[in-house]
């Protein structure tokens, strides 16, 4: 398996422009995760989904983010219309089961100008 | 909020000399994870110790977990500049409380030639 891949690696765009992050997780793992991360507050975890449905969402910041994941091959995260304040690296993991370990993209790294 | 708090926050030591980091947790836990992170890249899991298990060995790596202390370490042992990476603890939160890895805010460690 190629891993979980992450789409695209790099993304600048303009403050008020919608983004679209892309994940496809490890064929046969039934949990996503989305997480970001900053200098300043390190590794959040923004959501996560069992079997393609939202578990968690109490670390998305605000209603300009969304998530999705239509199939079990693929997960959107959307942010719209997005800040400066967004800029981050966002990643994508993916797991066999609850409580073992986590496969993680190579992230997406957003700059919003 | 971050989980886990991980000390130091930095590390420099010299080839050939052994690290340890330490982690430290506030709430009950079904399993901790550490987990390095390459600059610019993804984050690989390293090792994964139980809630029940007081120690766990894999290659070079040396993980111990107390959770009287609600505390684990992770001893490198004969370091090489190749370790040289940012290592982050991750807690599993008990099954009532979802399936949330949580990291800390990691430990850079810099393993000098």
């Known amino acids: 398996d190629a891993g979980v891949i992450q789409s695209p690696r790099h993304e600048v765009t303009e403050m008020g422009q919608e983004v679209t992050l892309r994940c496809k997780p490890i064929?046969?793992?039934?949990?996503l995760f989305w997480y970001r991360q900053t200098m300043m507050r390190g590794l959040e975890l923004l959501i996560y989904?069992?079997?393609?449905?939202?578990?968690?969402d109490s670390g998305m910041p605000e209603d300009r983010f969304s998530a999705k994941m239509p199939n079990a091959s693929f997960s959107t995260l959307k942010i719209q219309p997005s800040e400066p304040r967004d800029s981050a690296v966002y990643f994508c993991?993916?797991?066999?089961?609850?409580?073992?370990?986590?496969?993680f993209g190579q992230g997406t790294r957003l700059t919003v100008v | 909020s971050q989980q886990g708090e991980e000390d130091p926050q930095a590390l420099s030591i010299q080839e050939g000399e052994n690290a340890t980091m330490n982690c430290s947790y506030k709430?009950?836990?079904?399993?901790l994870q550490w987990y390095r992170q390459n600059s610019g890249r993804g984050l690989v899991h390293l090792i994964l110790?139980?809630?029940?298990?007081r120690e766990k060995h894999s290659g070079r790596l040396r993980v111990t977990l107390d959770t009287s202390k609600k505390s684990s370490s992770l001893l490198i042992t004969a370091s090489r500049a190749a370790d040289t990476a940012s290592y982050f603890c991750?807690?599993?939160?008990?099954?009532?409380?979802?399936?949330?890895?949580?990291f800390g805010e990691g430990t850079q460690l810099t393993v000098n030639p």
């Open positions: 110790i139980r809630s029940n298990e």
């Open positions: 064929s046969g793992h039934d949990y």
């Open positions: 991750a807690t599993l939160a008990d099954r009532n409380s979802g399936s949330r890895l949580t």
């Open positions: 709430t009950s836990i079904n399993n």
């Open positions: 989904f069992n079997n393609n449905v939202p578990i968690d």
């Open positions: 993991a993916s797991s066999f089961g609850a409580w073992t370990e986590a496969f």
